[in-house]
């Protein structure tokens, strides 16, 4: 119940601070701060135990046929980042009460974190793989909304389309894996996914579910190459960019890297994928981030090398490479958010955050120069500050591993390299923002210290960064062991979080990186000028490219497959169905099989040579609609009567109603067009068009030759045994309906109910000319409602009603129910629209269809949660026989109220979609339908 809440109260607050928003800016953000306040002293409450090496799992079952449950789970690891991910959203509530204008709509932004704040809860809190996808989606979707919070920007709006296409489409590719991953473990469940880490990489699908996994890894943490998704996020709020993109949604990546290493790791797949990959991350970032005169583009470019340390870490092959990729997910939240924040509080104070233009700041703001001059420090390695101690246990891991053969030497080279640069590009925007001369041309000026307390959160950053820094062993060693050890999914190696190795290569390392660092940014005017002389790679532009690209071929192979032609795509779907059917029948060695087929008697024999005439002269007489109509209905009705039968009461019941109905419907619509089709067809379409039909139909008689010839299983017998004992009916059909396959019904009542106030919506106020004569100019008669109509319709609606009301009642255990019902009455109600016209009838049926069809769905829906209420599955009916007076015993079953509101959606639909239709052909000057 815990993790339940835990991730829930982000989501349950959501609401609180839309509601706050007009009582204050400060009222505003405490209300942001209730929920994960909450979920942060709830998380904290579990420390004793996440550090006693326990693991919490719950777990309810949701949809265990999928494998999708509710599991929650609460190790080491999740209880790292969920500490994170609540923290440092605390601290970022508080910054952006400050940072955000008076103008901007707070609530919706603080209502967008916090949605964030709960998916990304979701995601390290999963014990169901396939819930964490779901969570995992959702990060994609509200960093969407976060990144595209200016939406007037058009950097912020294509910055945030373009997060949310690389990670999305990452997203596809980590599903894919996750659904091979389950299928070799024979689970979704972490805990024997992980256990199941021998399996997964002995199998031969091992290779490919990784390498989709890791596309949804890399994709998520920008690392190279679709790494350029993430600077054109910096277009969003700096809270945004410290909270998203430092602490949270870039760390997704990392922290499913970590949770499935157990499971994933220890191949050579796996050391040269992840390794390699997080590389070039590192350099690349690294580099890049040197060159860019955007604040935030130097801190974007710099996440995304460090990003690249964690992943290298996680391929190396050493025993503490984990180990020390966990301590710096640790530390790099720490520095990295509050430079980012610190970076926020120079562009609110100055209005720029280009830094050719902000310099000179340390004699403006001398507190955030103290603050981000420390956290950069800790960024570049600086002893006695938290970034030494992890870029020291990185460096040392990289000397031990042996991946490359005789060119291990690269790695560490490499890591120094990045090392040299990560020196450089901290030094410049120290040096470049606080001290170089004086500012130029700001927006704002002079610039001054931000108010007190939106420092605050960076002064609790900073110092945790030199706490760590200077005293690891009591304070961050407890929750870093037991992270660490949930990684690895076992006992850690010997491990020292001492400030002082003694004189050693790891150290010489960071000297040279310190010293490089420092020569590099001496001599950085060579650098900018080679930088400035590459061809120009705006990856903004690119990636507009590749989508204008993608959306022309996209329209190229719509207009090639939907060309508007009905015809066509009826032609394409029987040729499908043709190649389907021919591949099916071909590994056939004859055609009949065992068993003998039913003999026909002369009656039967006639009544499918009726139909067929019938279904020809459909073909024949298709030009005259009206000839049509008829010749369809005659094959309709010999349809319904080939159900009866063969022992199929309700279906013909139903055939024969819905029959109706439908010639109704065909009539009202064919009112509208003219009596004949002229030819339009050329005569090889026509010749297309008798082979597919032809072609169809033969392959059609004969896929049922051979299967009515074969022996098969069918699921008939089932529902035949359960019918009485487990539905309380003996109609077989209408017990399947209300009850084993009551949920579909409830669907397909809902579906008729939308389509039908879909077409009510479309015909209203729609009104058509009345025709004064047919098409050949002989007048019609100006009698729209005959008297013996009109006498007919009088009598047949109370028989109808009372028959509709018979065949409803006996639907449980004789051929009826609710849907046969519903369509009776309907006829004999629309019976009234067309004998008496819409005026006459609307009088005295005062009823609004659109509520008796959602009373229906509602009632429908009701019954299921009433088998809720009682401890059942949703739709489960009860059956009982009771004692009434004057009747007698008899059998009372809560499927009735199921039926009832079937009855109601089919009436209600009914009438709304045919009612209307008569609306539309009503006369102007009469205004009674034809």
């Given at each position: 119940m815990a993790l339940a809440l835990i991730i829930a109260l982000p989501f349950l607050g959501i609401c609180l601070p839309l509601l706050a928003d007009r009582l204050g800016r400060s009222l505003c953000a405490l209300a942001a701060a209730v929920g994960p306040a909450a979920a942060l002293t709830l998380l904290w409450m579990q420390q004793p135990a996440v550090f006693a090496g326990e693991l919490q799992v719950v777990s309810l079952e949701w949809l265990p046929a999928l494998g999708l449950n509710l599991s929650l789970r609460l190790d080491g690891l999740g209880f790292l980042f969920a500490l994170l991910i609540l923290g440092i959203g605390l601290l970022v509530i508080l910054y952006a009460r400050y940072y955000l204008a008076k103008h901007e709509p707070m609530g919706r932004f603080f209502a967008f974190l916090l949605l964030f704040m709960g998916a990304m809860l979701g995601v390290v809190l999963s014990e169901n793989l396939l819930l964490m996808l779901v969570f995992w989606e959702l990060t994609s979707l509200s960093s969407f909304l976060l990144i595209g919070f200016w939406n007037g920007s058009s950097d912020a709006r294509r910055g945030a389309r373009m997060a949310l296409t690389v990670t999305g489409g990452g997203g596809l590719a980590l599903l894919a894996g996750i659904l091979l991953l389950g299928h070799i473990a024979g689970s979704f469940e972490l805990s024997q996914v992980l256990a199941a880490g021998d399996a997964i990489r002995a199998h031969a699908?091992?290779?490919?579910?990784?390498?989709?996994?890791?596309?949804?890894?890399?994709?998520?943490?920008?690392?190279?190459?679709?790494?350029f998704w993430l600077p054109q996020a910096m277009s969003a709020p700096t809270p945004v960019s410290a909270y998203l993109h430092s602490a949270t949604m870039v760390k997704a990546g990392v922290f499913l890297l970590a949770r499935l290493y157990p499971a994933l790791s220890g191949t050579d797949w796996w050391f040269y994928l992840v390794s390699l990959t997080?590389?070039?991350?590192?350099?690349?970032?690294?580099?890049?981030?040197?060159?860019?005169?955007?604040?935030?583009?130097?801190?974007?470019?710099?996440?995304?090398?460090?990003?690249?340390?964690?992943?290298?870490?996680?391929?190396?092959?050493?025993?503490?490479?984990?180990?020390?990729?966990?301590?710096?997910?640790i530390n790099h939240a720490t520095f990295k958010a509050s430079l980012f924040m610190a970076a926020g509080i120079i562009d609110h104070e100055t209005g720029s955050r280009d830094m050719r233009r902000i310099a000179g700041l340390w004699k403006y703001m001398p507190h955030t120069a103290i603050l981000a001059m420390v956290a950069a420090s800790a960024m570049a390695g600086v002893p006695l500050?938290?970034?030494?101690?992890?870029?020291?246990?990185?460096?040392?891991?990289?000397?031990?591993?042996?991946?490359?053969?005789?060119?291990?030497?690269?790695?560490?080279?490499?890591?120094?390299?990045?090392?040299?640069?990560?020196?450089?590009y901290s030094l410049r925007f120290i040096h470049d923002v606080f001290f170089n001369g004086e500012p130029v041309d700001l927006p704002k000026y002079p610039p001054h210290e931000p108010p007190r307390y939106m420092k605050i959160p960076v002064e609790v950053l900073v110092f945790m960064c030199l706490l760590v820094g200077m005293?690891?062993?009591?304070?961050?060693?407890?929750?870093?062991?037991?992270?660490?050890?949930?990684?690895?999914?076992?006992?850690?190696?010997?491990?020292?979080?001492?400030?002082?190795?003694?004189?050693?290569?790891?150290?010489?390392?960071?000297?040279?990186?310190?010293?490089?660092?420092?020569?590099?940014?001496?001599?950085?005017?060579?650098?900018?000028?080679?930088?400035?002389?590459?061809?120009?790679?705006?990856?903004?532009?690119?990636?507009?490219?590749?989508?204008?690209?993608?959306?022309?071929?996209?329209?190229?192979?719509?207009?090639?497959?939907?060309?508007?032609?009905?015809?066509?795509?009826?032609?394409?779907?029987?040729?499908?169905?043709?190649?389907?059917?021919?591949?099916?029948?071909?590994?056939?060695?004859?055609?009949?099989?065992?068993?003998?087929?039913?003999?026909?008697?002369?009656?039967?024999?006639?009544?499918?040579?009726?139909?067929?005439?019938?279904?020809?002269?459909?073909?024949?007489?298709?030009?005259?609609?009206?000839?049509?109509?008829?010749?369809?209905?005659?094959?309709g009705l010999m349809v319904a009567l080939a159900f009866a039968r063969y022992s199929a009461p309700d279906l013909a019941l139903t055939q024969l109603s819905v029959e109706v109905v439908t010639i109704i419907l065909l009539v009202l619509a064919l009112f509208f067009m003219p009596d004949r089709t002229p030819m339009e067809s050329s005569s090889l379409r026509g010749l297309r068009d008798v082979l597919l039909a032809g072609?169809?139909?033969?392959?059609?008689?004969?896929?049922?030759?051979?299967?009515?010839?074969?022996?098969?299983?069918?699921?008939?017998?089932?529902?035949?045994?359960?019918?009485?004992?487990?539905?309380?009916?003996?109609?077989?059909?209408?017990?399947?309906?209300?009850?084993?396959?009551?949920?579909?019904?409830?669907?397909?009542?809902?579906?008729?109910?939308?389509?039908?106030?879909?077409?009510?919506?479309?015909?209203?106020?729609?009104?058509?000319?009345?025709?004064?004569?047919?098409?050949?100019?002989?007048?019609?008669?100006?009698?729209?409602?005959?008297?013996?109509?009109?006498?007919?319709?009088?009598?047949?609606?109370?028989?109808?009603?009372?028959?509709?009301?018979?065949?409803?009642?006996?639907?449980?255990?004789?051929?009826?129910?609710?849907?046969?019902?519903?369509?009776?009455?309907?006829?004999?109600?629309?019976?009234?629209?067309?004998?008496?016209?819409?005026?006459?009838?609307?009088?005295?049926?005062?009823?609004?269809?659109?509520?008796i069809a959602g009373l229906g769905v509602m009632i429908a829906g009701l019954t299921g949660l009433g088998s809720l209420a009682f401890g059942f599955p949703f739709l489960t009916s009860a059956f009982d026989h009771f004692h009434i007076p004057l009747l007698g015993e008899i059998e009372l079953a809560s499927a009735l109220f199921f039926d009832l509101g079937v009855y109601l959606a089919v009436v209600g639909a009914t009438l709304l979609i045919l009612s209307n239709i008569g609306h539309v052909s009503q006369d102007e000057s009469s205004k009674e339908v034809l």
């Open positions: 699908l091992y290779p490919l579910a990784l390498i989709l996994v890791l596309l949804g890894v890399f994709t998520k943490s920008a690392q190279f190459p679709f790494h997080g590389m070039a991350t590192l350099l690349f970032g690294a580099g890049m981030a040197l060159f860019q005169h955007d604040l935030k583009g130097l801190l974007a470019y710099s996440t995304i090398s460090h990003l690249g340390l964690i992943t290298l870490l996680f391929g190396l092959d050493t025993e503490l490479a984990t180990v020390a990729a966990v301590f710096h997910i500050l938290n970034g030494f101690l992890s870029k020291e246990m990185f460096f040392s891991e990289t000397l031990s591993q042996d991946l490359l053969g005789s060119f291990n030497w690269m790695i560490p080279a490499a890591a120094t390299l990045a090392g040299v640069f990560s020196v450089a005293l690891p062993a009591y304070t961050v060693a407890p929750l870093l062991a037991s992270a660490a050890s949930a990684s690895l999914g076992g006992e850690l190696p010997y491990y020292s979080l001492a400030v002082w190795h003694g004189l050693n290569l790891p150290l010489a390392m960071s000297v040279v990186a310190l010293v490089g660092g420092i020569i590099v940014y001496a001599c950085r005017e060579p650098l900018f000028r080679w930088y400035n002389g590459m061809p120009e790679m705006d990856a903004k532009v690119l990636f507009e490219r590749a989508m204008g690209l993608l959306v022309k071929s996209a329209r190229w192979l719509t207009g090639l497959l939907e060309s508007g032609s009905l015809q066509r795509y009826i032609a394409l779907m029987l040729l499908s169905a043709l190649v389907l059917i021919a591949v099916a029948l071909a590994p056939l060695r004859r055609l009949a099989g065992d068993l003998p087929l039913t003999p026909l008697d002369g009656i039967t024999v006639l009544g499918m040579l009726v139909l067929c005439v019938m279904a020809v002269l459909t073909v024949v007489f298709h030009r005259n609609r009206l000839k049509a109509l008829m010749t369809l209905s005659c094959a072609g169809s139909g033969v392959a059609v008689a004969m896929l049922a030759y051979a299967v009515m010839t074969r022996p098969y299983d069918s699921i008939a017998s089932f529902f035949l045994e359960n019918s009485v004992s487990g539905g309380g009916g003996t109609n077989v059909v209408n017990v399947i309906l209300v009850d084993f396959r009551g949920f579909d019904t409830l669907g397909e009542i809902s579906v008729l109910a939308i389509a039908a106030v879909g077409i009510y919506g479309l015909l209203a106020g729609l009104h058509l000319p009345h025709p004064e004569h047919d098409p050949n100019g002989k007048a019609w008669s100006r009698d729209s409602h005959p008297m013996i109509l009109d006498s007919i319709a009088r009598v047949l609606l109370p028989l109808a009603l009372l028959v509709s009301a018979f065949i409803f009642l006996r639907g449980h255990n004789l051929p009826g129910g609710g849907f046969i019902a519903g369509l009776i009455t309907a006829i004999a109600l629309i019976l009234q629209y067309v004998a008496h016209g819409v005026e006459w009838t609307q009088r005295r049926l005062p009823w609004s269809f659109h509520s």
